[in-house]
């Protein structure tokens, strides 16, 4: 176990650089091309474990990413691609407590072209930096409805630890969930970052962006 100590802060609105994504604070300005990334076909299949529906056209998400972006309980990030400049999805810090040195990452929509490539893990590596090596939290986690398979195994392809299940733990959507939980801790960061940033690398990659390695980050 490391020290024990609180967060610096609570997450705050800042940009986040990397070689293929960059992190912006969701804001209005981003509904557009958000809403072509994550609308459209397939766009049911990817609110299907989320607490919302996907909105019927910019003018709805507008509205809820005026809703979002104003809560003081979670902070949302626009993920945007550096080579076009556009807005592939978004996702949250939350139940942020910093007092106790730990904070969520939830709220996740990335689309087509976001997704299962390596600006979506850019994206969370970005992420899980500035939280264990910006603001010194101790624990990160994760959690998903027990039926969303994907969500569970993007969570250990990220590295993170499965801790258990909560059952009967909400209703979403008039549906029971079962909620798993999975966490990655400060100490199991700097071996987990080291292979993020060895997969990451320019060249690990071939011209279309197919990986050369997989991303390793078994125990």
Known sequence: MTQIRPAKSAPQRVVLEGR??????????????????VS??????????????????VEELRAWIATAAASPDSLYFAVIDRTTGRCGGRHALMRQRPEHGSVEIGGVLWGEGIARTRLATEAFYLT??????DLGYRRFEWKCNNRNEPSKAAARRFGF???????????????????????????????LRAEYERWLDPQNF???????????TSR
């Not at 300005?29 to 809403?35: D, I, L």
């Not at 499965?162 to 960061?189: C, H, P």
């Open 161 to 191: 630890q499965y801790e258990g299940l909560f059952r009967q733990d909400m209703i979403v959507k008039g549906e029971n969930r079962d909620t798993a939980w999975f966490s990655i801790l400060d100490g199991e960061w700097p071996r």
């Open 20 to 37: 293929y994504v960059r992190l912006e604070p969701m804001a209005i300005g981003h509904a557009e091309t958000m809403f072509a990334a």
């Open 40 to 57: 459209g076909p397939g766009a049911e299949a990817r609110h299907r474990w989320l607490p919302l529906y996907p909105p019927a056209d």
């Open 206 to 216: 071939v011209e279309d962006g197919a990986q050369k390695t997989r991303l390793d």
């Open 128 to 133: 899980a930096r500035y939280i264990f090596d």
